[in-house]
């Protein structure tokens, strides 16, 4: 079964306001990781957050991570129209296996 | 700047076929994944390998194979291609645990 699991499927915002995206995992984990994709385009990196930090920043990225609740949080702040993408979580185990959730679609009107 | 080349961006094979994805990546790595991604079913690991010759089987191995002779390359083969292997491939590298993917290889079997 997946390991990763985002929420909302799909959310849809207007320009400026803040995007949350959820992602909830099964087992033990080395680190988790989002990645954001572009239709038709392959998949690029955001943020890593490994099992014993709770919190990342890059840019207007902000990242939380539950270890005891097995769940992140991506948050977009003022999002923009070129924010409108699909975003993924991936966990990694320590012994290198990674798993990708389905994803949230994330659609930013201008 | 890190680089992970998938041979080609689409494919069309006819069913029965025997099919090699191609990757190649110039970053060292000693970790490499290959994915499918389906419409609702997100990203799916098929293999990974930890080292040259070293294999191992990831969510949905059936009807798949991989080669690893050297470090920079990693080949996924269908063995008979079958329609319901039309999907999406993604080739992965990583290192300390933050993967780079190729564009993607979008395989038709028909």
């Known amino acids: 079964s997946q390991q990763g699991e985002e929420d909302p499927q799909a959310l849809s915002i207007q320009e400026g306001e803040n995007a949350t995206m959820n992602c909830s995992y099964k087992?033990?984990?080395?680190?988790l990781q989002w990645y954001r994709q572009n239709s038709g385009r392959g998949l690029v990196h955001l943020i890593l957050i490994r099992s014993n930090e709770r919190e990342k920043h890059s840019g207007r990225l902000r990242v939380t991570l539950d270890t005891s609740k097995k769940s992140s949080s991506l948050l977009i702040t003022a999002s923009r129209a070129a924010d409108t993408a699909s975003y993924f979580c991936?966990?990694?185990?320590?012994?290198?296996?990674?798993?990708f959730g389905d994803g949230t679609t994330l659609t930013v009107k201008p | 700047d890190v680089k992970v080349t998938q041979s080609s961006r689409y494919l069309v094979k006819r069913t029965g076929e025997k099919v090699f994805l191609e990757c190649v990546q110039d970053?060292?790595?000693?970790?490499m994944f290959w994915y499918r991604q389906d419409p609702g079913l997100g990203l799916r690991l098929i293999y990974f390998s930890y080292d040259v010759k070293m294999k191992e089987k990831g969510d949905i191995p059936e009807g798949y194979s991989v080669s690893r002779e050297k470090k920079e390359r990693f080949s996924l083969i269908l063995e008979s291609a079958s329609t319901n292997q039309t999907s999406m491939y993604l080739c992965?590298?990583?290192?300390?645990?933050?993967?780079?993917f190729g564009q993607g290889t979008r395989l038709t079997v028909v």
């Open positions: 970053m060292d790595h000693e970790n």
């Open positions: 991936a966990t990694f185990t320590n012994a290198g296996k990674s798993t």
């Open positions: 992965a590298s990583s290192f300390l645990g933050q993967a780079f």
């Open positions: 087992t033990s984990i080395n680190n």
